[in-house]
């Protein structure tokens, strides 16, 4: 069993800015395999079983805010038993350039406070990740805050759309591949 995990925020105020695209590309995935996100009893999440590359994944939008949502992550890997290396967690990143994205076998959290709740939950770094830029203001003055919580501008979405479906790719991969093959093919 293989657990995607798309971060983002609760909530129709959030739909659509840059701090939502993990969850975006978990729920273009779901859209792709014809799935619905349906939250459980008692969930922390939505939830849904796949089967993607012939093997059976369960794709979630955890229901906590961002920076909360380790316990929702952690139930879920303890619930379905997954094994970490099992695990990759989709999730925004200011540090990359807008329209690039990273793959990575584990490691810090970067300072994302939704990585460092989901690290503190499970006690380990060793899941996998995928990151998706959404660069930093090309304003400095701008609030971070601000930034990451604002939609994309009509020319960053058709950005954003096209990155959602490499996005969805690369996950079609790690589930059939592992993470080492996924990196070579899309970390350029």
């Not at 695209?21 to 995935?29: E, M």
């Not at 922390?44 to 920076?67: C, H, T």
């Not at 999730?91 to 076998?105: V, W």
């Not at 950005?159 to 093959?181: F, H, Q, Y």
Request: aromatic share 6%; charged share 25%.
């Amino acid at each position: 069993m293989k657990l995607i995990v798309g971060l983002g925020n609760p909530g129709r105020i959030y739909q659509g800015t840059r701090h939502n695209i993990g969850s975006s590309v978990v729920k273009a995935l779901a859209k792709e395999y014809n799935v619905s996100l349906k939250r459980g009893i008692f969930a922390s999440s939505l939830s849904a079983k796949a089967g993607i590359e012939n093997r059976d994944v369960i794709l979630v939008v955890p229901l906590a805010f961002m920076n909360l949502s380790g316990s929702a992550v952690s139930s879920l890997v303890k619930k379905h038993k997954v094994d970490l290396e099992n695990l990759i967690v989709v999730f925004d990143d200011l540090d990359l350039e807008m329209g690039n994205i990273r793959l990575r076998p584990g490691g810090s959290s970067g300072g994302h406070k939704g990585l460092d709740s989901i690290i503190s939950a499970l006690r380990s770094s060793k899941f996998a990740r995928l990151r998706i830029g959404i660069g930093r203001p090309k304003d400095k003055s701008r609030d971070i805050a601000g930034y990451v919580l604002s939609p994309f501008s009509q020319k960053e979405r058709k950005i954003m759309d096209e990155v959602t479906e490499n996005c969805c790719s690369a996950l079609r991969v790690w589930v059939s591949s592992g993470i080492s093959k996924t990196m070579n093919i899309f970390n350029r």
